[in-house]
């Protein structure tokens, strides 16, 4: 059953059937496009592409009108039941700069001197050097804030829950976490984040690798920022947006942006998150799971394979350290690049080498198979009966 369901949705990926001698195994860097969200692009860019906000004439309303609607599409498909009463929706152009936008334009206005910000480390960089650059920031103006570590457990692949209940003081004003992780593929157990800091601590989601992938639920994890790429989530290059609570300090308003929005983009979100509603993100998620245990199943016959972060059990549905659509290996006699140059002689498309962590460890030089609703089982076959063979 999961099986027809997944065929008719692979085959509405115009990039993955007019090549079927490669597999695209790269998608946590980005995702590849359905038909539907290409046609959504080409049919705003000939019928209505305007600029938006400025409008006396047809196109313009119409401009302006989607990126309203899409904004609020955006807080539907996070769980938000009540978009725009207090809480908003601001467009980037990916998790980059919406951690950015947090870090610079909101929480400046929420620190007090003394205060103290938890964030990750063992984490993309992308949530780690923007929290830095603000208490810099900060500390030029004579604001004091000190930045500590959300602890991790290497051994569970999560965070340290109980570590972080013990790090947690009055003066700890805003952590910084992440959904999944981007080369361990773990779902790093947020909600169990709010439990240990308390109801009053603003908490940022770094939900790069989850939105699109799994089912997002902002009334579930009570954060207060889900910061994403559109890019990763089906939607066109450049795009992404940061949801904001605004319940728990001062409001997110980003300054500087009164600049042309990626109108194209926004269509391509909009068009992105009803395919994906359609699709069910938590089938989408079970599907990218049971690929990356098999994927993970198969690695561990294989001697010269070493799977990262992978001590304990890897049941797909394991509540304690659930495994998303992300695998990171290592071939204990061929370098990494290496690995990755053979794997794309054979069609098989995947990340070598370091990942962007914060503080590179363990992952410096790894393979990183990524994968999402339209790889198959063959392609999983394909890429171990390759490896098999080195
Ligand atoms: N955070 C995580 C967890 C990521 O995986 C990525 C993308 N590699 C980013 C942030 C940055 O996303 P973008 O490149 O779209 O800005």
Redesign the pocket.
Known sequence: ELHDWHRALRDQFPIVTGHPDQAYLDS???SQKPRAVLDTVQRYLTTANANAGRGTYTWANATTALVDRTRTRVARFLGDPAPRQRSGVHFV???????RAVARDWLPHHLRDGDEIIVPFA??E??ALPWLEARQLLADRGVRVTVRELPYDPASQDYDHRALARLVTERTAFVAA?H???VYGADMNVHRIRAAVGPEVPICL?A??SVGHLPVDVGTLDVDFVVF?G??ALALPGT?AVWARNTRGPAFTPGGWAGTPNTAGIASLEAALDWLDAAGPDRIRRWNSALAARLTDGLRTLAPYEVLGCQRSLAADSEVQRREGIVTFRHRGIGSNDLGFILASHGLMVRADGH?QARAGESESSVRVSLHVYNSPEEVDLLLSVLRGL
């Open positions: 946590a860097a980005t152009s990916g998790a980059t700069e919406g951690l984490d993309h992308a949530n992440t999944v992780h981007h770094d790069a690798q790429s890019h990763k992404g962007c």
